[in-house]
């Protein structure tokens, strides 16, 4: 996908479609295309590009942190689960409830389980499934959910079909905010503050816009402070962190030796160890609650074969150390990014003068870890500039903006892989640092329009993609 091919779909599907459906379809279809229509005109229309980047791009954009899809590991790993299991029925052939139950399901579940030093385990068929489950499910009636603004849009899906009545969330990554609204339960819910009911928190280890990591410990700190009987608990997505944190990859939880004091630990497969599906890593109370009132669990097929060999594929690929060394070299490639970037003579003016800002690389050397997202901003009319240079220059990354971040808040979000290269990273920030320069001397020019050679490049592919229609 270039970035003409991008644009040439992007304002299209921005158009308004409604008036030129007058008489010519149905008015089911109609109907729809209204509502379409109001998204067309907030210029926020979602669309589904084809994955077909130039097989020379550089990847700082895919969610494949190890490298395992690319690399074929995974493959591997998968193809030697089915070599060890000849005989395998592609599908569970029901419900868990029903015939969907096997040997071969229950033995994933205690191999994530031991790996993940939990009591039990349940596979779901997504990250996305599972939080709706864990959410739709184990909150009951007078219990309460505080959640980080930023937290996910499926943990938001699960909160809709929740019995609990109070649902308020508290600012993200902030403590104090946390602690302010915890009082406040206390305060007004008295039968959570008698201990009859709980308060269920719902954050995520990393926040993939923002690549910053939850203060974990210091919320579960006040979340003990507040309400010492144990009827505050956390439950924590590590759809970003799994496989990529904590020893050989137990995520985030682990990392910070927190495991006891996690209630829930929610773990996708669809990212770092490139299969689907995810599960609940959780006590047997709730594992049964769960398997008792998660409707989408219940009521839906099983996972299939495949889909769990793939995953166990991919705990073996960790219990035996294997991605330890992807790991640490998604450390150093992030790292070398921060180095090299740094180090560049335009950088420290572009920061100064707000043409970039990079968050999270502010104060590398003297973290303990460094995240694998990185987000650029720049002057939000600038974002799709930035874009069109760094695809210009074979670099594979999207720009991410409304509705997905906050208006005022797009940004272009770096992904760092254990595949990616020193000199890849290096082309990264120098490029970066290019156009920031170009920017740099566009604005000292004081000319009008302030639109840098990519851009120009793009729109001049664009006017005549349009013209070839
Ligand atoms: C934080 C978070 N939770 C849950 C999900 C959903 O996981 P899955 O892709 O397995 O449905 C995602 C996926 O993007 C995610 O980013």
Redesign the pocket.
């Known amino acids: 996908m270039t970035t003409a091919t991008l644009l040439a779909q992007w304002f299209p599907i921005h158009k308004p479609k409604g008036p030129t459906f007058k008489n010519t379809t149905t008015r089911f279809d109609r109907n729809l295309e209204e509502t379409l229509d109001v998204r067309r005109s907030d210029k926020a229309v979602f669309t589904m590009h084809r994955n077909e980047p130039h097989p020379e791009s550089l990847d700082f954009s895919t969610l494949d942190f190890l490298h395992l899809s690319k690399s074929g590991l995974i493959r591997t790993a998968f193809l030697q689960e089915l070599a060890a299991n000849p005989d395998f029925e592609l599908s569970a052939g029901g419900s868990r409830l029903l015939n969907g139950n096997n040997p071969y399901t229950e033995a994933a579940e205690r191999q994530i389980a031991e790996f993940h030093n939990g009591e039990t385990a349940l596979l779901f068929h ?4 599972a ?1 709706v489950a864990i959410m739709g499910s184990v909150p009951r009636p007078g219990d309460a959910i505080l959640y980080d603004e930023y937290i ?1 849009a ?1 943990t938001h899906e699960g909160m809709q079909i929740s019995k609990a009545i109070y649902k308020k969330s508290f600012k993200h990554n902030d403590v104090e905010s946390f602690r302010e609204k915890l009082l406040e339960i206390k305060e007004t819910e008295k039968i959570i503050r008698d201990g009859k009911r709980s308060v269920i928190v719902a954050l ?1 280890s990393m926040y ?1 816009m923002d690549g910053d990591v939850s203060p974990l410990k210091e919320l579960i700190q006040v979340g003990q402070e507040v309400f010492p009987d144990g009827n505050c608990q956390f439950l924590v ?1 590590e ?2 962190t799994t496989g990529v944190y904590g020893n050989q990859g137990r995520g985030y939880v682990n990392q910070l030796g927190l495991e006891k004091d996690v209630a829930i630990r929610m773990h ?3 990212k770092a160890l490139a299969c ?3 599960a609940v890593v959780c006590s047997n109370t709730v594992r049964e609650t769960l398997v008792n009132n998660a409707r989408c669990f219940i009521y839906s097929t099983a996972p299939s074969f495949p889909m769990i060999a793939a995953i166990r594929g991919g705990y073996k690929l960790m219990q035996s150390g294997e991605t330890q060394a992807l790991q640490d070299k998604i450390q150093h490639v992030v790292k070398h990014f921060a180095q090299t970037i740094e180090s560049n003579d335009t950088y420290e003016e572009a920061v100064d003068e707000g043409i970039l800002s990079i968050p999270n690389i502010e104060g590398w050397e003297s973290k303990p870890f460094v995240t694998h997202v990185v987000p650029v901003m720049t002057r939000q009319r600038y974002t799709l500039f930035l874009c069109y240079h760094l695809q210009l220059a074979g670099i594979n990354c999207f720009p991410i903006d409304y509705p997905v971040v906050p208006k005022g808040f797009s940004r272009i979000r770096i992904v760092f892989h254990a595949g990616n290269t020193d000199e890849e990273v290096e082309a990264l920030a120098n490029s970066i640092c290019e156009w920031a320069q170009e920017m740099l001397d566009l604005e000292a020019s004081g000319k009008g329009a302030k639109v840098p050679r990519a851009a120009r490049q793009v729109h001049a592919a664009q006017e005549a993609a349009i013209e070839a229609r």
């Not at 997504?126 to 499934?129: A, K, L, M, R, W």
């Open positions: 997504s990250g996305f499934e939080n996910h499926s995520e993939s997505d759809a970003h996708t497969y669809g689907t599906g995810a």
